[in-house]
C-alpha cells in the first residue's frame, strides 16, 4: 500500500489531459480473450486494474505489451483457465472474465470480484442473464461456475435495474451465442458503447448500445482488426474539473467528450463555475462565489455515483446547506468521516450527506477506502492549510492515470510513497 503526502494551499495553474477510460479499459481487456487474433487498444490508461487485468490474461497464457498508451494483447493461445480467487479479487471489473470465457469456451469458473466497497454490489443480474442464455451457474464457495456445455442461445433478458456490468457481461457472451439476444433496460453508460464499437469492428453485430433496448446476433468468430482508441474517462475528467474549479487559478481540461458530462457540467453551472466549453477541452477559470446545490446519483445519462465525492469538496466551498444522496450506493459516504478529520461542517444522517460552507480544511492523515473517496481526499488535501497524508493510496492508483505526474504538472506539491 502506499500513502500520498499533499502540501496544500498551491494555486494549481496550466492544463492536464485525460486518459483512456478506465471503466472501457477494464471491460475491453477482458473482450480482447473472444478474437482469434491480436488485438491493439490505444489511449489506455495507466492504472493499477490494467495491470491487474493484464496480469490475469497472462495466467491463461494471453500474452500482452503495455508500450506508451498502446496494449497488444495477443489471445491466440489462450488456455481455458479457472479463476476461483486471488487477483480476481482485486478489482471489479474481473467479473467481465465471466462473459468473456463463457462466450469463448463455454464455460467459465471465476471468483466473486473485489473493487470499490461500497456497499452491496450483487452480481444476480448477470447470473440471471447467463442462465436465460443457456447456461447453468453455481456457486461454490464463492466461485462461481458456469456452463453451457451445449453452447448459448439468444435469450430476451430483462434487467432489473440498469446494471453496466450487467450489460457488458451479457454482451460479451451474447456475441458468440446462436441467435438473436435482446437486452432490455440496458445500462445505457458512454462505455457500453465504447465497448460495442470494439467488439462490431471485430465482427460482432450490436445494435442499440446507448439506448435502454440492445440487440445481438451472434457471430461464430471474433477477429482484431484496426487499434481501438479508448473513450476519454469523464470520471477522471469531472476530478479534475472539480479540482480546478476548487483550487484552479485558470486550468485546462483537455481530452473531454463533454457530451459524456452533460448532468455534471450541468450541476457546476448550477453552482457557478465558470467554464468555457470547448470541442475537446474545458477551461475553468477561478470561481469564488459559489451556490450550494443538492446532488441525487443516478444511472446515465444521469449524475455518476463515481462523480459525487470528487465534487464534495467544492461544495464545501459553496455558500448554504447542501445535500449529497446517492441513490445507486447510498453507502457510499466513506469519505465524510475523512473530511471531518480535516474540519469540514458535513454529516450523514439516514444515509443523506449534508455539508455547509467550510471556510478552511486542515491538512490531516486520512484515509482513502476507495477509488473516489480517495480523489475526494485529494482535492480536499490540496485545498487545505498544511500535510495531508492519505493512507491506503494505492487504491487511488486503481482508478487514475499518472496522477502524481498530472498534479504536479498543474504545480501542486505532492508525492507518493511506499507506506
Ligand atoms: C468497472 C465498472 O464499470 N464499474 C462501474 C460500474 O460498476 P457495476 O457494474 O458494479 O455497477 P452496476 O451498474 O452493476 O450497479 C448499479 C446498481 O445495481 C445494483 N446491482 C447491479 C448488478 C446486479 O446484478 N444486481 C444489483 O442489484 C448495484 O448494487 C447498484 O446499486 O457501474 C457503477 C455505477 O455506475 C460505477 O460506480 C462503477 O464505477
Ligand atoms: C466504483 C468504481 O470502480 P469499480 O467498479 O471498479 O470498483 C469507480 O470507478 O468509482
Redesign the pocket.
Known sequence: MKKMLIQGGNLLSGEVTIGGA??ST?AIIPAAILAESKVVLDCVPHIK?VNSLLSILEDMSVSSIFEGDTVEIDPTHIISTPLPSGKIQS???SYYFMGALLGRFGEAIVGLP???D?GP?PIDQHIKGFEALGATVTNNHGAIQIKAPHGLHGAKIYLDMASV?ATINLLLAAVRAEGQTVIENAAREPEIVDIATFLNNMGAKIRGAGTDIIRIDGVEHLYGRNTHTIIPDR?EAGTYLSMAAAIGDGVNVKNIISEHMDAYLAKLEEMGVKMDVKEDSIFVYPSPDLKMVQVKTMPYPGFA??LQQPLTPLLLKAKGEGIVVDTLYPKRTRHVPELIRMGADIAIENDVIILHHTDKLQGAEVSAD???GGACLMIAGLMANGVTTIDNASNIL??YDRVVDKLTGLGAIVKMVEE
Open positions: 478506465k471503466n477494464v486494474d478489482l471489479r471489473a473485489g473493487g470499490d461500497i454490489r456490468g470520471i455515483t463515481d476507495e477509488i473516489r486503481r482508478g
